[in-house]
């Protein structure tokens, strides 16, 4: 049985208990006077939730664990006693035998994956059927479980507020769930780099050149300084320059003077900029940019100006952001009370001077934490210094000058075939460590800005 017809056939059972325990709820509603703790649609969700999800909490976990349970399976066949001893080549080999048995492959390197795939191909399909059918059993006892429960006095709406209340909480667990494990899997991976390369030689080294790395000193070749000044010098300094006062002064104008009717249509095109995908911005800043800054720059007689400047990836950078600023600016202003700006013009102010003097003050908290958001969502984009910055790690202020930047060194480490155990790609886990740091740092103290702002004004 596909999981696609498993899953049709769950939720077919689910839609069937739910319109059996409406009826039930019905049924006993117009036999019984009186007033009832619950609907007939709670009634019914309450069945449908106990039919669905036992069915699908369980397909979730069989399907990490029925890998291990087909293997062990073919394992106990006697033509598995071909295979080598544990390690990489008996994985390989199941490896193929797995893909063979699903179709996912074209033919075997290995004779003995060849033989072993239609055993793969038989534990597969009956444990498949295992899951089908504890699935199917779960759904139909689940669901005349809460049918025979629907009663007059049933509690319904608490059991299914419950219910749902505990699928939020799976997906809110979840979702801590696979950040802690992205963390997790930075830190073991980092802690592997820092073994081979000293934390300060790392942190406070002046050169990088992972392409050529002394075993005797590997640490002389992977300082991270030049990395850092160029995410800080391109996404915090040359984007943030574009990004706030354009941002700022469009919320400015939004929120204070457009009309109403310029505000409906203005205020979605700019934010029309943010949904732009960032290998768009890449293409412009590559293609039209970078050519432009580089012409600029030899106009005035540098002649270092670079077509991968720091210049073109950060003015680009920065367009990207001018939503991002705007909308938490417009979103800072709005919220100021009317009462401060009302009685700011009342007393003889002018309009420019109520917005200098009274509301930016006022929402300087909210502009402040909302800048600090948008400068960690600019030191952590990719795909624009991919395609406009350099590779060359530097130190420069000279913005027509080559720069690089932490992302665009970690995916120049990580991609190619470099070996996997070699300080050179452990590299990218440390620097991805790090700006997981910074870009935390950056959020945690823009959120507490907020939250202050918030609370003066509630």
């Not at 009832?36 to 669905?52: D, E």
């Not at 929120?255 to 890449?282: D, N, S």
């Not at 990207?320 to 013009?345: K, T």
């Not at 007393?347 to 948008?374: C, D, M, N, Q, Y």
């Amino acid at each position: 049985m596909s999981p696609l017809t498993l899953l049709f056939l769950i939720f077919a059972l689910g839609t069937v208990g739910w319109l059996t325990g409406r009826a039930r709820a019905v049924r006993f509603r117009l036999a019984t006077p009186g007033r009832f703790g619950s609907l007939p649609g709670h009634h019914a969700a309450f069945v449908a939730l106990c039919t669905v999800a036992p069915a699908l909490l369980f397909l979730l976990v069989w399907r990490f664990v029925s890998p291990a349970l087909v293997t062990n399976a073919v394992l106990a066949t006697p033509a598995a006693g071909a295979l080598p001893p544990p390690g990489l080549e008996r994985a390989a080999i199941l490896s193929e035998a797995r893909n063979l048995a699903h179709g996912h492959a074209y033919g075997a390197f290995h004779t003995l994956s060849a033989v072993l795939a239609p055993f793969y191909a038989v534990a597969q399909k009956r444990h498949d059927l295992i899951a089908a059918a504890i699935a199917l059993l779960l759904a139909l006892g689940g669901g005349s479980f809460a049918f025979l429960r629907v009663a007059p006095r049933f509690a319904a709406r608490t059991q299914v507020e419950r219910l749902v209340m505990g699928l939020l909480l799976a997906a809110s667990l979840i979702a801590i769930l696979t950040t802690m494990g992205i963390v997790a899997s930075l830190l073991i991976e980092s802690a592997r780099f820092f073994r081979i390369v000293p934390v300060t030689d790392f942190l406070f080294g002046t050169h990088w050149s992972p392409q050529v790395i002394d075993p005797r000193d590997p640490g002389a070749s992977l300082g991270a300084v030049p990395l850092f000044w160029g995410t800080f010098f391109i996404g915090a300094v040359i984007a943030m320059i574009v990004a706030v006062p354009f941002g700022l002064m469009s919320a400015i104008y939004l929120t204070q003077y457009a009309r109403p009717a310029t505000r409906r249509w203005m205020k979605p095109m700019l934010e029309i900029l943010a949904g732009v995908p960032t290998i768009v911005y890449g293409y412009f800043a590559a293609l039209t940019v970078a050519p432009a800054v580089r012409n600029l720059g030899v106009s005035l007689g540098i002649a270092s100006a670079s077509s991968e400047s720091a210049l073109a990836a950060g003015l680009v950078m920065g367009v990207m952001i001018i939503p991002f600023v705007s909308s938490l600016a417009d979103d800072s202003l709005a919220a100021v009370p009317a009462a401060m700006r009302d009685g700011s013009l009342a007393l003889g102010a002018t309009p420019s001077e109520t917005i200098r003097r009274v509301l930016l003050p006022a929402a300087l908290p909210g502009v402040v934490g909302g800048v600090l958001l948008a400068t960690s969502r600019a030191i952590g984009e990719t795909m624009i210094v991919v395609m406009a910055a350099s590779g060359v790690a530097t130190l420069t202020l000279n913005p027509f000058a080559s720069a690089t930047t932490v992302t665009r060194q970690i995916v120049d480490l990580l991609t190619g075939e470099a070996e996997f155990e070699s300080a050179k790609t452990l590299a990218a886990f440390a620097l991805g460590l790090t700006l997981f740091a910074i870009t935390l740092l950056f959020n945690i103290v823009a959120l507490m800005i907020v939250k202050r702002y918030r609370e003066a004004y509630e």
